[in-house]
Each structure stands twice: as C-alpha cells, then as structure tokens.
C-alpha cells in the first residue's frame, strides 16, 4: 500500500516512464527477502560488498573518463555530458542477483528515490549522476571499469589496485548468486529466491 501511495506521489513529481520504473523496482524489493530471511553466509557477502562498493566508488573518486564518454552518442546515452554506461534501462542493472544482494545488506524500497528531471536512461540517472548513495547501487554500477576508464586508472598508476577491488566485489557477488542457486534447488530459477 505505501509503495502504491509513493507511486501517486511519484506520477506528480518525475516523468511517468521514471515513475514506472521506480515502482516496479521497489515491489521487487518488497518482495525479495531481506536480512532476516538470508543465511549468515548470504548476510556477511552482501555486508562484504556493500563495503567494497564504498571502498571501490571512493578509489575512483577524482576520475575524468566517467565525466565525458557520453559527449555526442545518441540518446539517451548523450543526455548528459557523463556516464555512457548510465544510459541503459534500470532492469538491465537491477539484476535479480543484484535486488537480492541489495536487500540483505540493507536496501530498501524507500532509498530508491530518483532524481528530478528528465529521464535518460536508468531511473536514478540524472544530470548530477546517480541520484543513489553507494551503498544502495547495483555492483555493476560501481564495479564497470570500461576501456577508458582503464586507460585513465593506468596513467593514474592505480589500476592494479582498483582492480583489485572490483575483483574482490565480483568474487563476493558470484559468491553469493551461487549461494542463491543452491538454495532454490533443482529446476527452481535462482531469482525466484527458493
């Protein structure tokens, strides 16, 4: 019911298509189990990853590539000076392995709030960015390290040690999407959360 109340409230103030979009990802996380409903093991990766993204998203902090390989693509990738890869669809980066990493370190409907504007792309992507904190974007989102970010990282001389990290994030997510698929069994879709 809140989530609906939020959606009238959302159809007001964003366009529809960022409203829709939204909405839909908050009744997946709704329904995704939480904190509560995981395993020990399941709770410890999806803490270990929301830290590495922190830890990961603050390496990156100062870089210029992220800032202008969207300049003259089409849209909605161009939108926005920045964050070429930020111009895909949100369920293409909501991953149902991603909701549930999410949402048992902690995200919950009510952190998914997108920014103001026009629609470009994922629902939190703005003119400002993300409209996301850290903690709550998919791995993804923080873990992307395109070509031209690479190149920029090397030149920096810390492309080993961002590497690094975003191998530790990957490590712990595959971790946790096998755990998932343990759990539902055989002939049960690992999304469908057992």
């Known amino acids: ?3 609906t109340a939020r959606y009238l ?15 839909a990802l908050r009744r997946r996380f709704a329904a995704a189990p939480g904190p509560d409903q995981a395993s020990a093991e399941e709770i410890a990766l999806a803490a270990e ?6 830890e990961l998203s603050a390496a990156l902090a100062g870089v210029s590539a992220c800032g202008g390989c969207a300049k003259g693509h089409a849209l909605p ?12 669809r949100t369920e293409l980066v909501f991953t149902d392995d991603e909701v549930a990493a999410l949402r048992r370190s902690g995200t919950t409907p ?3 709030v997108p920014p103001t504007g026009d629609v470009a792309g994922c629902a939190f992507r703005g003119p400002e960015g993300c409209s996301l904190e850290v903690a709550d974007r998919p791995n993804i989102c923080v873990r992307f390290l395109c070509l031209e970010l690479q190149g920029e990282l090397r030149e920096r001389g810390d492309l080993r040690e961002i590497k690094a990290i975003d191998a530790a994030l990957m490590k712990a997510f595959e971790r946790l999407r096998r755990l998932r698929s343990e759990r539902a069994g055989p002939g049960v879709e690992p999304w469908e959360d057992g």
């Open 1 to 3: 019911m809140l989530i």
């Open 49 to 54: 990853m929301r830290s590495l993204r922190e």
């Open 110 to 112: 009510g952190r998914l």
């Open 77 to 88: 990738h161009g939108r926005w000076r920045g964050g070429h890869c930020c111009g895909t």
């Open 9 to 23: 409230v959302d159809r007001l103030r964003y366009p529809r298509s960022r409203a829709d979009d939204v909405v």
